[in-house]
């Protein structure tokens, strides 16, 4: 500040433009002759008249170069040889050692400093020339360039600041920051997607603004077609030179508008045909836009895609090994920490390929493609609020903590399945299904429970092979069974049943053993033989007789009991039990055993009962 107002005082003073500089220092000691020639001329003032305006002449220092003084060069002859030698120059003193990591920044913030005083120095010239204006508009202009010359000097004095410190230069303010602006944020963090999106429209946007475009001119021509339609009509009528100047001056400027609409309208069209003789039309604008995406955007995409997988792959199949070294020993199968343990290799598996895709994105400095990443992240964390509660349902499945755990029975469907495995999608198998199985998302199973189980308990009343009765509709054999649908042959008609009505309500399993019955029934004259030998010698004689049968290898037992005393019979039950390896002959065991039965009242001359009717007749 004292140098800016010592060099205005000088500028200011009269005297300089009118008298010879004398030097006000004293002089040395010994004569010293001066190395410059005297000016041939009197100093001029090196400023201009005070009505010009007044620019600053001098250039800003660029890259590495010094800065130079700007003193003008001494006129006369620039041979020395005639002069008296001057005295010799004091020796400098060497600079003082400068790290060398500290070189190249003390060379940058010394340019910038020599940069600061020249900015000054022509500070002060401005101020001298806003001084010496005469006129608003000069002194507006002096203005503004003081203020975009005091911003510059700011901004250098700043980045000097910093180059020197290492620090940016908001940390040496004590103000707090400012808050953020979500306003500005989020502006800056769509911009690169609304630029993408603009470029990709500006064919259609360019379309229907030259649309506008047409219909504005085309819709305004015929109104001045009829305005200088008008105005010629009254020009023949026309007496007053006044008047018919107007009217003149009118229509020529109504003629003048309309031929201008005319070009607009026309360079419109040629606009228009000239984009429509480009375009290839829907399927060569999309196919422009692939081929844009996928040279410009694609391949990171592709990248991201890639990477996201590969990782992803890579942590699933680390995460499998971990759970097979894990689970090798079946006790450890659902103990506490393996879950936990599985449950975090699965976080750290969706956590890496994300970060993966992320980082491809990154790298590749599509910042497009990477606030898209980062705002459909949001969305899924945004959204995943309100699945909190269910989350950590599903987390106790995870951990085999919840009502429903691995190993375990569980009706789902009114079937029930094995809770095979419990993870992100579970696995239930039914054993009465081989090669059977249903995945289920681990969601799926919130709010049913499962239960230990018996090993001698059934999963389902049959198997494929089986012979089953029905009851009314016969028996047979069943062909197929699934947990939707079984079939089964029955009477020699292939018939469809509903696996879940078919286990609610099942059939007689006769390959699983059963039991036929015969009533025989004797007369009462055999009434003092038929709790003894008859039923001894009936026995002895079916077994006898039955061996050659061919559900022999199939008969458990056979036995004869007294049933019952009927009305008119005594009645013998004849039971036999037969294995499930025999089911297919099961119709024809209860008809052979009868007929073994009339064989032995035959022989041993049984009567056989019948019901008998008496009649009585009134008078």
């Known amino acids: 500040m004292i140098r800016c107002l010592a060099l205005f005082l000088l500028l200011a003073s009269p005297a300089v433009a009118e008298e010879e500089l004398t030097p006000t220092f004293p002089a040395p000691e010994t004569e010293l002759t001066p190395t410059f020639p005297a000016p041939e001329a009197e100093v001029e003032p090196a400023f201009p008249a005070p009505e010009a305006e007044v620019k600053p002449a001098f250039p800003a220092p660029e ?29 400098p003193l060497p600079p003082p050692e400068i790290a060398a990591e500290l070189l190249e920044v003390f060379n940058a913030t010394e340019q910038l400093a020599a940069r600061i005083e020249a900015a000054e120095n ?30 510059d000097v700011s901004s250098m004095r700043s980045s000097l ?12 303010s004590d103000e707090p920051e400012d808050t953020i602006s979500w306003e500005e944020e989020l502006t800056e963090l769509l911009s690169p997607i609304l630029h993408e ?62 031929d201008k609409l005319r070009d607009e309208l026309e360079v419109a069209q040629g606009a228009m045909a000239n984009l429509q003789k480009d375009s290839d039309g829907v399927m060569g604008a999309l196919s422009n836009v692939m081929r844009v995406f996928f040279a410009d955007r694609g391949r990171n995409v592709m990248t991201a895609v890639a990477a996201f997988l590969g990782v992803l792959l890579v942590m699933m199949l680390m995460r499998r090994a971990l759970i097979g070294i894990l689970r090798r020993d079946a006790t450890r199968t659902a103990s506490l920490w393996v879950r936990v343990l599985e449950l975090l290799a699965a976080m750290l598996a969706v ?21 898209v990443a980062a705002l459909v992240l949001m969305g899924l964390f945004w959204g995943a609020r309100a699945s909190v509660p269910g989350a950590w349902s599903e987390i106790r499945l995870l951990l085999n903590v919840g009502p429903v755990r691995e190993g375990e029975r569980v009706i789902y469907e009114d079937l029930p399945w094995l809770v095979d495995s419990l993870q992100f999608v579970s696995i239930l198998r039914n ?8 995945r289920l998302p681990l969601g799926d199973l919130d709010g049913m429970v499962s239960r230990p189980f018996l090993p001698e308990e059934p999963w389902f009343p049959t198997k494929v092979g089986d012979w089953i009765d029905t009851g009314d ?87 004869v009991g007294f049933e019952q005393m009927g009305e008119s019979s005594l009645d013998l039950e004849i039971s036999g039990w037969f294995r499930g390896s025999g089911a297919e002959h099961w119709e024809i065991a209860a008809e052979d055993i009868a007929a073994l039965c009339v064989d032995a009242c035959n022989k041993y001359g049984w009567v056989i009962a019948f019901p008998q009717l008496q009649m009585s007749k009134r008078d």
């Not at 600041?161 to 040496?172: F, H, I, Y």
């Not at 491809?360 to 990477?370: A, H, K, T």
């Not at 054993?431 to 249903?438: K, R």
Request: glycine share 6%.
């Open 473 to 559: 509709d016969g028996w047979g054999q069943v062909v197929f069974q699934s947990p939707e649908i079984v079939q089964a042959r029955i009477s020699g008609v292939l018939r469809n049943y509903p696996a879940a009505d078919f286990a609610s309500e099942p059939p007689v399993n006769l390959s699983t053993g059963w039991r036929s019955d015969v009533l025989l029934t004797l007369d009462y004259q055999h009434q003092d033989e038929i709790t003894g030998s008859i039923p001894e010698r009936l026995e002895a004689f079916l077994n006898e007789r039955f061996a050659s049968h061919v559900l022999a290898p199939h008969l458990d037992s056979l036995s």
């Open 351 to 371: 956590v890496m390929a994300t970060a993966a895709g992320l980082t491809v994105l990154f790298v590749s400095g599509d910042w497009v493609l990477l606030t």
């Open 431 to 438: 054993p009465a299904f081989p090669g059977v199985y249903i």
């Open 63 to 91: 890259g590495d170069a010094a800065v130079a003084p700007a003193f003008p060069a001494p006129a006369g002859d620039d041979d020395d040889s005639s002069k008296p030698a001057a005295a010799p120059a004091p020796t």
């Open 161 to 172: 600041r910093q180059l020197a410190s290492g620090l940016d230069p908001s940390m040496l």
């Open 197 to 258: 999106v603009k470029r990709a429209t500006e064919r259609p946007r360019e379309t229907e603004r030259l649309r506008i475009r047409q219909a504005h001119y085309a819709e305004r021509i015929p109104l001045f077609d009829e305005a200088i339609v008008h105005v010629e009509g009254m020009l023949p009528a026309c007496r007053d030179p006044l008047h018919r100047n107007e009217l003149e001056q009118t229509l020529g400027e109504l003629t003048e508008a309309r």
């Open 122 to 151: 022509s500070l002060v010239s401005l101020a001298m020339t806003r001084m010496a204006a005469s006129t608003p508009s000069a002194l507006k202009a002096a203005d503004e360039e003081i203020a975009e010359l005091n911003a």
